[in-house]
């Protein structure tokens, strides 16, 4: 079946600008994950959508940072006056849970390359 | 909070040679998953295999195994019979039992050599 994709592969735009990334998880996947990569390092967790549960927003790094999930399953994480450091890999990932069950396992787009100039 | 180590930045294995990849965790959770993942200069995430923290077995998936020491808080990555497409940065992750965000270690490169 079709894998989580992500749009666009590639965004380059200027400093201030706004960004909209999205992500388009596994179909059936309640739980929905946005991390960020920047050059040569990991990844880097910004926030978690579990079903109808209030998001864990814990990672994003500042308030330029937002993300929302309409009906479930598409996601879309936005960065308002983007700057430099904002330059990374956008990826996201899904995983399912049903009921009391979940797995480990996340999935990975391909990713967003974020190029701020 | 969890963190992970990898210490080995680079990594050189001959092809048909096996090789260690090294990570260490720290959590306070009692239950946790641990991961390997596996990124190709392409960038895409792959995910190689998993262990959670109260399987009494290693995990093993075709040519790679997770040397689990609970104890020692390490979970290493064996690859056997290294192929040239192993070439790649390899990622260790935990996740608490929860099952919400992975955190990841900072990678290693992996170079495979004829």
């Known amino acids: 079946g079709a894998g989580v994709s992500q749009s666009p592969s590639n965004k380059v735009t200027e400093k201030g600008k706004d960004v909209e990334l999205r992500c388009d998880p596994i179909s059936g996947h309640t739980a929905l994950y946005w991390y960020r990569q920047s050059l040569g390092q990991g990844l880097e967790f910004l926030i978690y959508f579990q079903g109808n549960s209030a998001p864990d927003k814990s990672g994003l790094p500042s308030d330029r940072f937002s993300a929302e999930r309409t009906g479930g399953s598409v996601s879309t994480l936005t960065i308002q006056r983007t700057q430099q450091e904002d330059s990374a890999v956008y990826l996201c990932a899904s995983s399912w849970t049903s009921g009391g069950s979940f797995s480990y396992e996340q999935y990975f787009g391909p990713g967003t390359r974020l190029t701020v100039t | ?114």
Do not use: H
């Not at chain 2, 960038?43 to 195994?65: C, H, K, P, V, W």
């Open chain 2, 1 to 114: 909070a969890q963190k992970i180590t990898q210490t080995q930045p680079g990594m050189f294995v001959q092809e048909k040679e096996a090789v260690t990849l090294d990570c260490t965790y720290d959590t306070s959770d009692q239950s946790y998953g641990l991961f390997w993942y596996k990124q190709p200069s392409s960038g895409e995430m792959i995910f190689l295999i998993y262990q959670g923290s109260y399987d009494e077995q290693n995990a093993t998936e075709g040519r790679y195994s997770l040397n689990f020491q609970k104890a020692r808080k390490s979970a290493n990555l064996v690859i056997s019979a290294s192929q040239l497409g192993d070439s790649a940065m390899y990622f260790c992750a935990d996740i608490p039992g929860t099952a919400s965000k992975l955190t990841f270690g900072t990678g290693t490169r992996l170079q495979v050599t004829l």
